[in-house]
Structure formats: C-alpha cells, structure tokens
C-alpha cells in the first residue's frame, strides 16, 4: 500500500510527535508514504477567517501538486488540515462558479484523481488480524479515552468520516491492538484550541471539562488526533490542576499512532515520547509490561 502523504505545518513543527509516530507505525505495517513534493500551507484558520477564495484555492492547490504522485489517495493526519481539504472539495463541488474562481487563482484544475483520507480511516482498513499479529506489548492495562475535537467529524456533509457526535474509529483502531477504549461522552467536544492564546479562561474551562470526564469514566491517557488538541491538552493540565483545585494524576495524553506504535513494541524515541510535557513514563512504568 502506498499514499501520497500531507504532513501540513504542524506535523513539521509543533506536531513532530505526529509525525514521527505516524510514518514509524506505517513502516512497521510495510505503508509507503510520499510526501506531497512542494505542498504548502492548507490555510486553516487565518485563511479561512480572511479570505473565502483563499481558504479554498489553498487546499486545492495542494491537491493539484498531489494528483501529480499518481497515487489514488492522500492521507492527512492534522485534523485542522483534513477539515480544510474536505471542505474545499465539498465547496467546489457545490458551486461551478466558485471551483472556475479557484482554478483560476491555483493556475490550474484539479481532476480529482486523488481522494483525501485520515489515517484513522487507512488503519482501520486494515484487517484486525492483522493489526494483532503486528503486537509485540500488552497495553491491556492501560484504559485510554478516544478524544476526536471538533473538526474531524464536522460539518458531517463535508468532512463524511464517522459518525459525527459519537465516532468510534479510533476506539476501534486502538482496540484491535489489545488497547481497552471508555465509553464518554466528550469525544467531540472543542478544547478551544483557535482561543487558546485570546480567550484563555475560556480554554482552560473546556480543557478542564475534558480532563474531568475522562479521569470521571476511569480513563488513564487521552488520545488525539489532532495536533492543536494534543498542544491544548498537554501543555494545560498543570495549569488547570491549580485554576480548579483539582488532580488529574499527571494524565498524560498520546497521538493515537504513539499507542499503536507501543502496542507494536517500538521505542519511546522512535515515537517521540520525550517531547510531551506531561511526562508519560510514570504511567507506561505502572501500566505497560517493559
């Protein structure tokens, strides 16, 4: 199997855990990835929040220069990313006035040669055997809640991944690796990742409702799937612990690729745990056979 691959800014920045334990889980599962030649920013937010026209002809430049790998399909880790190239395509594919507007500021016309999908969505095509066959760690003992965000399910007619308000391919992913997943109810709530340097109270209340719930349903460890939630989520906790009073027990929270990578026995280095500022080890040390 073999995908064009769009790491977008985050994964080659603040996101590197991402993007290491992604392309390390690929090739213990023999996954080729080639990276988008000349991609460029998908425009997130300040595009979006500037220019219509922008924050489409951006994502669908990027599909342009992906047709030409010749690969039927593009994954896209960053959940903000994902969000905007299904939404270009959704919004072009609407409106014929609006997708000639776009071709004409791309300079060229996508043909749709190339689909775009999350690695959620290419794991779990992957038969569950063997998925298991590839486990080398028992990771039984570590009870993980599957945190989504908000962008990867929404808006349901652009994004058409999962079940908007309650996903569950991650869960599913995760378990078909021996890794036992909570049932909660706050799995596509927003963290307020786009406030968190404006309206930071803000923040830290929707961090804190999440950290509650998950400690509240017996969760040891979030996961994620979204680079701005992990930053979100990961640099909060002790900020949050002191605002509210309250303990969370050094809670830490993973890309769900770093659990996979575990359960596949690979190192700590190779999936950058040591770059999380809520130190993992304490609770991989209690819960994780060495």
């Given amino acids: 199997m073999k995908y064009a691959y769009y790491p977008g800014c985050s994964l080659h920045s603040t996101g590197t855990e991402f993007d290491e334990s992604f392309k390390a889980v690929c090739q213990s599962l023999g996954i080729e990835l080639e990276e988008v030649p000349g991609w460029l920013c998908c425009g997130t937010s300040p595009a979006h929040s500037t220019s219509r026209l922008l924050s489409l002809a951006m994502p669908m430049k990027n ?6 790998t010749k690969l039927e399909e593009m994954v896209v880790p960053c959940a903000a990313c994902f969000s905007r190239f299904k939404i270009a395509l959704y919004e072009i594919g609407e409106d014929e006035e ?37 486990v080398k760690r028992d990771l039984s003992d570590l009870k993980v809640a599957c945190y989504y965000g908000c962008l990867l399910t929404r808006p349901p007619k652009a994004a ?18 021996g890794i036992p997943t909570v049932d909660w109810s706050y799995k596509t709530e927003c963290c307020g990742g786009v406030f968190s340097l404006t309206e930071t109270d803000i923040v830290l209340k929707l961090v ?25 989520l990961d640099t909060r906790l002790t900020e949050i612990e002191e605002k509210y009073g309250v303990d969370y027990g050094n809670m830490p929270t993973f890309y769900f690729t770093q659990l996979m990578g575990l359960a596949f026995g690979l190192s700590h280095k190779e999936l950058a745990l040591g ?10 040390r209690e819960r994780v056979p060495a």
């Fill in 63 to 68: 599909l342009v220069l992906a047709e030409r």
């Fill in 98 to 134: 609006l997708r000639k507007d776009v071709d004409e500021v791309v300079g060229s016309s996508f043909q749709g040669q190339i689909h775009v999908i999350h690695p959620l969505e290419m794991f779990d095509r992957v038969d569950s055997g063997t998925l298991r066959s590839h």
């Fill in 160 to 177: 058409q991944f999962d079940v908007c308000e309650y996903p569950v391919t991650m869960d599913r992913v995760l378990q078909s690796v």
């Fill in 208 to 232: 804190n409702d999440i950290f509650n719930e998950a400690k509240a349903v017996g969760a040891d460890a979030i996961a994620v799937a979204c680079p701005l939630c992990h930053a979100n």
């Fill in 275 to 284: 770059k999380h500022i809520v130190n993992p080890e304490p609770l991989l």
